[in-house]
């Protein structure tokens, strides 16, 4: 474990939890306490803000995403007094962005008007078409939300508010690539992010965890690449515009976000501190307990390095990134993967390939180097 000087890391990310709850209940969703209708209360959001502005992690800017939970299910004035507390103890003027990971299912006016006074980013969680959104998507009493959720999303339209997309891919969608791809040009995200179903948290099982499913999902991917090279409005895929820019720059990635302490830290309602895959706030495990390493009341961010499940956990990481490092030709472009694939699929930390990583790197990797060696005799080395 390196010394904590030694460590050239920043937050860039800050995860607060304000509720766990939602209001919906989606069939693969990886948060256990979804139905816990508990909020953060003002005291505990002043001891984050406060942990955190005193930090020497925390340097010109950062990004704080409202998310683990539907943060729309509390009112807006919540949120007009929390940014109100952020405001007091932003003491060195940090520029902050906020952003809302939102179902979009109870967006108002309201919303509207204090998502553009703050400019908010907003992303939003669908999966296409109706009969792909709603097989999944689902509120408490079975019925789809796709309506509820285009509501939400012709208010931000209306109100010229950009926003951000994330499917979910499943077994059901990879069967409908061409749907899904004109669904997404015509309601027009600024940037798409397809999300392989995982294996996580409360979600025990993929429906593309098989060796079918990975190359159902790589023609899928092939067909979008298609799709979009011969649209003159094509829609921006997340992962392979950012795998596109690194494989065309040669820009080699030797870690990530996720496995690096400190990087990104996630707050639950409680005031309890994770850090590492977000996903892992609310996880929990027999050989590790759970990933909290203390709490804002407790605990300045520097004491998390002399927390002994934090060293321990650490530890397990970085085995897992050398794994990573001597066994897989894609590592520069991953830099050994999120920590909480690597526990929810193989137990451990301390292990390399999962399917999430086949699934999001090399069967994307794959697809454009397939697709630029085929169009424009372009080679190059993962």
Not at 118 to 133: F, K, T, V, W
Not at 253 to 272: M, V
Request: overall charge negative.
């Amino acid at each position: 474990m390196p010394a904590r000087s030694s460590l050239s890391v920043k937050t860039k990310l800050v995860v607060i939890q304000p509720t766990p709850f939602c209001n919906i209940n989606c069939r693969y969703c990886y948060l256990a306490h979804r139905s816990v209708s508990r909020r953060m209360d003002f005291r505990t959001l002043e001891q984050v803000f406060k942990v955190l502005f005193s930090s020497s992690f925390i340097k010109d800017s950062l990004s704080i995403s409202w998310h683990a939970g539907e943060p729309l299910v509390l009112p807006v004035d919540f949120y007009q007094q929390a940014f109100r507390i952020q405001e007091k103890w932003n003491l060195q003027d940090i520029k902050i962005t906020h952003s809302f990971q939102t179902n979009a299912t109870l967006i108002t006016q309201e919303w509207c008007d204090f998502i553009l006074e703050h400019n908010i980013r907003i992303g939003i969680s669908i999966d296409g078409p109706a009969y792909l959104h709603d097989a999944h998507r689902i509120d408490r009493k079975n019925r789809g939300t796709f309506e509820h959720v285009m509501r939400g999303i012709s208010l931000l339209r209306k109100n010229n508010i950009p926003y951000t997309a994330i499917a979910v891919v499943t077994s059901d969608t990879v069967q409908h690539p061409d749907e899904f791809w004109r669904f997404f040009q015509e309601i027009q995200p600024t940037r798409l992010g397809l999300n392989p179903e995982e294996v996580e948290g409360c979600n025990e099982r993929s429906s593309l965890h098989t060796t079918p499913g990975i190359e159902r999902y790589k023609r899928f991917l092939q067909r979008l690449v298609a799709l979009n090279a011969q649209s003159s409005s094509p829609v921006p895929i997340r992962e392979v515009d950012v795998l596109l820019q690194r494989i065309e720059s040669a820009q080699m990635r030797i870690q990530t976000d996720t496995n690096t302490p400190i990087a990104i830290l996630s707050f639950d309602y409680e005031g309890n501190i994770s850090t590492f895959s977000p996903e892992l706030l609310s996880s929990t495990h027999p050989a590790y307990s759970n990933f909290t390493f203390g709490n804002v009341f407790h605990i300045t961010l520097e004491d998390i390095f002399a927390q002994e499940n934090f060293l321990q956990i650490h530890s397990s990481i970085q085995k897992g990134i050398l794994k990573c490092r001597e066994s897989c030709e894609y590592f520069s472009l991953c830099g050994g993967g999120a920590p909480s694939n690597k526990l929810h699929e193989n137990g451990t930390f301390d292990s390399a390939e999962t399917n999430a990583c086949r699934l999001r790197i090399k069967v994307t990797t794959d697809v454009l180097l397939e697709y630029l060696e085929e169009h424009y005799h372009l080679t190059s080395d993962a």
